[in-house]
């Protein structure tokens, strides 16, 4: 009943930018945080950015200084601006959304993920 879609990712070459957008749809109430996880092939998921609904941000020590993470609250929708890539940001990109939700006129916190996409930083 919630759905959060990506989009942008893509090949680059190391030095270049991407932007991925995500939107949540469905049965929301409200969204508290919002943010982007990353997995690399044999590694665990980590964190890379998370904003609040009145826009306080965390950065993985990582990604400081390149990537900027933005939202719209009244669209549902986050976005991740990345600059000065790196190979190692090659990784699958995925969408997070924490709040509360509705089913059946009962309200509920919950978590959901995106389907992931794509980020290849090679020359």
């Known amino acids: 009943q919630v759905q959060l879609v990506e989009s942008g990712g893509g090949l680059v070459q190391p030095g270049g930018s991407l932007r991925l957008s995500c939107a949540a749809s469905?049965?929301?109430?409200?969204?508290?945080?919002m943010g982007w996880y990353r997995q690399a092939p044999g590694k665990q998921r980590e964190l890379v950015a998370t904003?609040?609904?009145?826009?306080?941000?965390n950065y993985a020590d990582s990604v400081k200084g390149r990537f900027t993470i933005s939202r719209e609250n009244a669209k549902n929708t986050v976005d991740l601006q990345m600059n000065s890539l790196k190979p190692e940001d090659t990784a699958v990109y995925y969408c997070?959304?924490?709040?509360?939700?509705?089913?059946?006129?009962?309200?509920?916190?919950?978590?959901?993920w995106g389907q992931g996409t794509q980020v290849t930083v090679s020359s």
């Open positions: 904003i609040s609904t009145g826009g306080s941000t």
């Open positions: 469905g049965s929301i109430f409200s969204i508290n945080v």
């Open positions: 997070n959304a924490q709040g509360v939700y509705y089913s059946d006129r009962r309200y509920y916190t919950g978590d959901y």
